[in-house]
C-alpha cells in the first residue's frame, strides 16, 4: 500500500508530492512540479509507475473558489472527483490525448464550501460534507445533487468527515466532536455519539465490523457499527510538550506537561492513563516528589499547583508563586521542600506542610528566567541554570551561593552527575561542558550539535552515559568519559524540548515543540 503527501515549503521553492511505501515506510518517489504549497488551485495527473506528470488543468471554475478534496473512482481509474469553495467537478482522464475534462456539477440554488468527500463502491453517486452543516448526494452520471439533508437541523460546526459503511447508511462527523449515523435521502439521525475535539478522518477497520475516528485534539477513538460507542485507543498532546519525568524508580509510568494539561502515561502499553485539565494556562514545568504521593507543577500563569497521581484533584496552589510565570521546579528527597525558578529570575524555597505552604527563602542571582533546577542526593546543594548565561550552585543550608558558573550562552539544561562531583551543561551555543563542582571550573567542552541548540539532557544512574537532544531534531546517547556520540535517533520533526532515561535504563523518552513523545529502546 503507498501512501501520498504534499509538502508546504517557502515561496518560490518546489513543494513535492512525496509518494510512500507505508508498510515498510520507505520513500519511493518526489514528484516535484508545484511551487510554495501543494493545494487545490490545479489539478494535475501524474504517472506513478513514470514518475511524471501526464496532464493538468485549474480546479475550479473563475467564478468559484478554490478546490478543497479530490476522491477517486474506486471502478475507473480514468474518473475523479474535486470539490472546494462553490465548487463540485467530476473529472475523466482521455489517456489517448493526455487531457483531462471537467463537468460542472448542477447544484440549484445551494451554493456550499465543501470540506469532505465519500463516494459509493459502485460509483453511482458522492456524498459531499460542508461548511454549512449538510450533507450533498451527488449522481455522477447526470451531475446533478439528488439529496441534500438534514432539512430542520443541520450539524453544528460543519461536516468536517464522511463513511460509508458495508452495513449501510452513512457515518458523519463534524466540528463539534459529535459522531452521527445517518440514514434515508434526508439524512435522518439514528444514532449518535461524541468525542474530545473536532472530528478529522473516519476510516473502516479491515473486518467491517469497526471504524476509526480522528479528532483534532490528537485523539484516536474505536467504535463498532453495531454499539456505536466510542472507545479512546489512542491520544497525544496538540502544543508543544514543555516537560517529561519519570516517577522515582518507576519505569512504567512517566508524566508529560504541555498547554492546557498534565498527562500520565503507561509505558508498556503507550497509552495514557490521566490527563489533568487547567484551561487557558501552559505548564512549563513538572515534577513528582519522591514517595510519589504528589505531582508538582510549574505554570505561565505564575502559579505552582500541585495534583494527585492517582487521581488527578488538586491538593494546592501557591499564588503569585512568580511575577513572570514559574518556569522551572523542583522538589527536595524529604518531600517537605519546593524549589522553583521564575521568569523574573529568582529562586524561591517554599516549606511545604500538610495544610499550609510558607516561602522560607528567596534567591536573587540570576537577571534572565530560570530554565533548569537540579538538587543533589542530600538535599544540601542545588544547581539552577538561567538564559542570562548563568549557571548558580547553591548552599541550601545557608540559603548562600558557592559558586557561579558564567559563559557565553543561554542556559536550557543541566543534570549532575550521579558522583555529584561533576555537572554538564548545555544551551544555545551547542557545546556541551563538564564542570566541577567544587570550584565551578570547566574541565571539558565537546560539540554537542553542529546546527542548533541543545534543549534538554538527562544522565543514565551509573553515570555512564547521557543523551541529548534539541532543535536538530536529534537525539543522541553520549559515552560521558570519552564524550563521543554512540547512538543517534532520527524521528522528531519538531524541536526537541526536553528528554529522560527511565530510571531501569531501559530506554529513553523525548517530548518536542509539536506535540510528539516518542519512546527509544
Known amino acids: 500500500m503507498d501512501v501520498a503527501s504534499g509538502q508546504v515549503t517557502c515561496i518560490g521553492f518546489k513543494a513535492d508530492i512525496i509518494l510512500w511505501d507505508f508498510p515498510k515506510q520507505e520513500l519511493l518517489a518526489r514528484l516535484s512540479l508545484h511551487k510554495g504549497k501543494v493545494e487545490g488551485l490545479s489539478v494535475m495527473v501524474w504517472d506513478v509507475s513514470k514518475r511524471e506528470v501526464v496532464c493538468g488543468s485549474p480546479a475550479s471554475p473563475r467564478s468559484a473558489g478554490n478546490a478543497n478534496v479530490v476522491m477517486c473512482s474506486s471502478c475507473r481509474d480514468e474518473m475523479f472527483v474535486t470539490a472546494g469553495n462553490f465548487t463540485i467537478r467530476v473529472w475523466e482522464l482521455d489517456t489517448a490525448t493526455k487531457k483531462i475534462h471537467p463537468s460542472e456539477c448542477y447544484a440549484g440554488q445551494l451554493r456550499r464550501i ?3 468527500v465519500q463516494m459509493t463502491d459502485d460509483d453511482d453517486d458522492f456524498y459531499l460534507g460542508t461548511t454549512s452543516g449538510d450533507v ?38 463534524t466540528g463539534e466532536g459529535t459522531v452521527a449515523l445517518c440514514t434515508g435521502s434526508d439524512f435522518q439521525v439514528k444514532k449518535r455519539m461524541r468525542v474530545e475535539g473536532a472530528v478529522t478522518s473516519l476510516t473502516c477497520r479491515g473486518r467491517d465490523d469497526q471504524f476509526f475516528i480522528g479528532t483534532n485534539k490528537g485523539q484516536m477513538y474505536r467504535s463498532a457499527y453495531a454499539t456505536f460507542k466510542e472507545e479512546l485507543v489512542a491520544a497525544c498532546h496538540t502544543e508543544a510538550v514543555n516537560d517529561i519525568v519519570f516517577p522515582e524508580g518507576h519505569s512504567d509510568l512517566f508524566i508529560t506537561c504541555s498547554t492546557n494539561d498534565i498527562r500520565v502515561w503507561y509505558t508498556p502499553e503507550r497509552l495514557e492513563r490521566l490527563r489533568i485539565t487547567v484551561p487557558n494556562v501552559t505548564c512549563h514545568a513538572v515534577e513528582v516528589t519522591r514517595d510519589g504521593m504528589v505531582i508538582v507543577s510549574a505554570w505561565n500563569d505564575g502559579k505552582i ?38 521568569g523574573d529570575g529568582q529562586v524561591r524555597i517554599w516549606n511545604i506542610g500538610e495544610k499550609t505552604q510558607k516561602l522560607r527563602e528567596v534567591l536573587k542571582e540570576h537577571r534572565g528566567a530560570v530554565s533548569c533546577i537540579k538538587i543533589n542526593k542530600n538535599d544540601k546543594e542545588g544547581v539552577t541554570a538561567s538564559l542570562d548565561g548563568t549557571c548558580v550552585i547553591w548552599d541550601l543550608v545557608r540559603y548562600v551561593r558557592k559558586q557561579i558558573i558564567l559563559d557565553n550562552t543561554l542556559f536550557k539544561c543541566m543534570c549532575y552527575h550521579p558522583g555529584e562531583y561533576q555537572i554538564i551543561t548545555s544551551g544555545t551555543d551547542r557545546k556541551i561542558v563538564y564542570w566541577e563542582v567544587l570550584d565551578g571550573s570547566a574541565i571539558r567542552e565537546v560539540q554537542g550539535s553542529l546546527s542548533s541548540s541543545i534543549n534538554g539532557m538527562d544522565i543514565t544512574s551509573d553515570g555512564a552515559s547521557f543523551v541529548t537532544g534539541g532543535d536538530d531534531h536529534l537525539v543522541k546517547l553520549w559515552d560521558y568519559k570519552e564524550g563521543t556520540v554512540t547512538h543517534v535517533g532520527v524521528g522528531h520533526s519538531g524541536n526537541i524540548t526536553r528528554l529522560k532515561i527511565c530510571p531501569a535504563n531501559k530506554y529513553i523518552v523525548s517530548v518536542s515543540a509539536d506535540g510528539a513523545v516518542l519512546i527509544w529502546k
Open 114 to 116: 465543501t470540506v469532505c
Open 136 to 173: 450533498l448526494k451527488v449522481n455522477t452520471s447526470s451531475k446533478v445533487v439528488t439529496a441534500c439533508g438534514p432539512q430542520q437541523k443541520k450539524f453544528s460546526m460543519g461536516v468536517t468527515a464522511l463513511l460509508l459503511p458495508k452495513t449501510g447508511g452513512l457515518i458523519v462527523g
Open 305 to 342: 499547583r500541585a495534583f494527585v497521581p492517582a487521581t488527578g484533584e488538586p491538593m494546592y496552589e501557591i499564588n503569585n508563586a512568580h511575577n513572570l510565570g514559574v518556569t522551572a521546579i523542583a522538589a527536595t528527597s524529604d518531600c517537605k521542600q519546593i524549589i522553583s525558578g521564575g
